[in-house]
């Protein structure tokens, strides 16, 4: 079976400063894909990037950029020139296709950003 | 397009009580699916459709039902609720069932079971 694992449950950075979350997860497919999710305070859960695992160019979108090393098993999130809005829960998720296509998330990490 | 709703927002049950969760989407997915968070965990998957007509099961089912008789719609029901279902539900949908699709989340449901 699938498992992610986010290893740090907390982490702190100050505005405009750069952080990075790291994931790590287990699969023994070679066609996946991964996601990190936001959930503010608000609990809504909000897609943030996604990657491709045969794809060796790392996603970016804005500020947000993953560093994604399919060998090491391995998918952190940087996110850049942080901001207050930043702040929030954030998950780490794999998903295969076929049968459910069920996303298996990590357990989170609260990202706490600091004035 | 008012996307991935739920309802109710909140609601507490007595141990043994039924009730049914609502999700609606107006986006014309196929997929749909329930997903439970408990504290310090990700959300685990407990059913999914991959159209009207067709569900499975995912990881967590038991004590939940679910139908999917328009593509709109996915209730989730719990015949008899125990204190172990205490949990945020939230629903999500994606227009097809793709490993690649997004999948858009509703703003979820709190429940407590006493």
């Known amino acids: 079976a699938q498992t992610v694992t986010q290893s740090q449950p907390e982490m702190s950075v100050q505005e405009a400063e750069t952080v990075t979350l790291s994931c790590t997860y287990d699969t023994s497919e070679s066609d996946y894909y991964l996601f990190w999710y936001k959930q503010p305070p608000s609990r809504q859960m909000i897609l943030v990037i996604r990657q491709e695992a045969y794809k060796q160019q790392n996603a970016t979108e804005n500020r947000f950029s993953v560093n994604f090393q399919k060998a090491a098993k391995s998918f952190s999130l940087k996110i850049s020139d942080s901001q207050l809005g930043d702040a929030a829960m954030y998950f780490c998720a794999y998903r295969t296709q076929g049968g459910s296509e069920k996303l298996v998330f990590g357990k989170g990490m609260k990202l706490t950003v600091n004035p | 397009n008012a996307g991935v709703t739920q309802t109710p927002k909140f609601q507490v049950l007595k141990t043994g009580q039924s009730m049914t969760l609502q999700c609606a989407q107006d986006m014309n997915h196929e997929y749909m699916s329930w997903y439970r968070q408990d504290p310090g965990m990700g959300l685990r998957l407990i059913h999914y459709s991959v159209g009207a007509g067709i569900t499975d099961q995912g990881e967590v089912p038991n004590g939940y039902n679910v139908s999917r008789s328009t593509t709109e719609d996915f209730p989730l029901r719990l015949l008899s609720a125990a204190p172990s279902q205490t949990s945020v539900y939230f629903c999500?949908?994606?227009?097809?069932?793709?490993?690649?699709?997004?999948?858009?989340f509703g703003p979820g449901t709190r429940l407590l079971v006493l």
């Open positions: 999500a949908s994606s227009q097809l069932a793709g490993a690649w699709e997004t999948q858009y």
